[in-house]
Structures are given as structure tokens and as C-alpha cells.
């Protein structure tokens, strides 16, 4: 993993799983789903304890692969400055852009998404199973990190 050192694993999958702990949030990812990202050229995790954001970064595009708060840190401006960060480590790294996919009826993350500038780019229908009711379509978000751009 690259920043964010004390994260291992196994606080990645203990985060996640708070941050995703209901029938309706969809599937938290386990040690091993983490372990088949961070190895991977161009991923990289920022966060602490509380919360990360973990991204990854091919020639001039940046996707958020996950960003996890746990509960009790919520609303205090960490995903803000965990979306900031990466998108700062990004732009460095040549993206142009950062995308993202979220669950349609996540109002909580539209909202921060929204504040940070996101704009909608596009729909996947049925994207997100859930173990109760049917599944959900995701938003496909796009921030520009291109300041020659409007």
C-alpha cells in the first residue's frame, strides 16, 4: 500500500465492513479483495483509522475504486479531505479527471460528492445487488481535474 502505511489489511476490511454494514449498502469487501487491489500498479490508498479512500490511476484518468468512514467519524469532513487528497495525488500523477460509481439511493455519498464538485456522466442500471429488494442503478460521476478546463 502506498500512503496511509498503518493501514493493513485487515483495518481496511474492519472499516469497510462499518462503513457498509446494512442489506441495503451492498457487499463489504474482505481482506482479499483489498489485497488484489493494492497490489495492483497505479493503486493507492490514503486514510487512517478512521476512514480511507482508495484509488486508482491509469494515464490521464483517476477512479475511486472505495471510500469508507467509519459511523462515528462521519460528518466531520474526512471524506471531503480523503476526495481533496486523492485528487490532489491524482492531478499529480497526470489524471485529468476523477470518476467515480455510487449507488443511486446513497443519498449520504451524492451529498459529498456533490459538495466536492462532482457532476453526473452517466448511468448503470441494476449495477448494485442488494440482499433485500432489487438492485439499484449506479451514478457514474466525473470531477475535472483539469484547471485549463471549464
Given amino acids: 500500500m502506498s500512503a496511509g502505511s498503518d493501514l493493513t489489511?485487515?483495518?481496511l476490511e474492519a472499516i469497510h465492513a462499518q462503513a457498509f454494514d446494512g442489506p441495503t449498502t451492498g457487499r463489504a469487501w474482505s481482506q482479499a479483495d483489498f489485497a488484489a487491489l493494492v497490489g495492483q500498479p497505479g493503486v493507492f490508498v490514503l486514510g487512517d483509522a478512521r476512514g480511507f479512500i482508495l484509488i486508482r490511476v491509469v494515464a490521464d484518468e483517476a477512479e475511486i475504486l472505495t471510500l469508507a468512514v467509519r459511523p462515528e467519524a462521519r460528518r466531520l469532513?474526512?471524506?471531503r479531505s480523503l476526495i481533496q487528497a486523492a485528487a490532489a495525488m491524482a492531478a499529480g500523477l497526470?489524471?485529468?479527471c476523477l470518476l467515480?460509481?455510487?449507488a443511486q439511493d446513497n443519498l449520504a455519498a451524492r451529498a459529498l460528492y456533490d459538495r466536492t464538485g462532482f457532476q453526473a456522466a452517466g448511468r448503470r442500471p441494476r449495477y448494485?445487488?442488494?440482499a433485500e429488494g432489487p438492485a439499484i442503478d449506479a451514478l457514474i460521476l466525473v470531477l475535472n481535474?483539469?484547471?485549463t478546463l471549464p
Fill in 77 to 79: 469532513g474526512l471524506g
Fill in 9 to 11: 489489511l485487515a483495518l
Fill in 100 to 102: 467515480l460509481e455510487v
Fill in 145 to 147: 481535474l483539469d484547471p
Fill in 94 to 96: 497526470g489524471a485529468s
Fill in 128 to 130: 448494485y445487488a442488494r
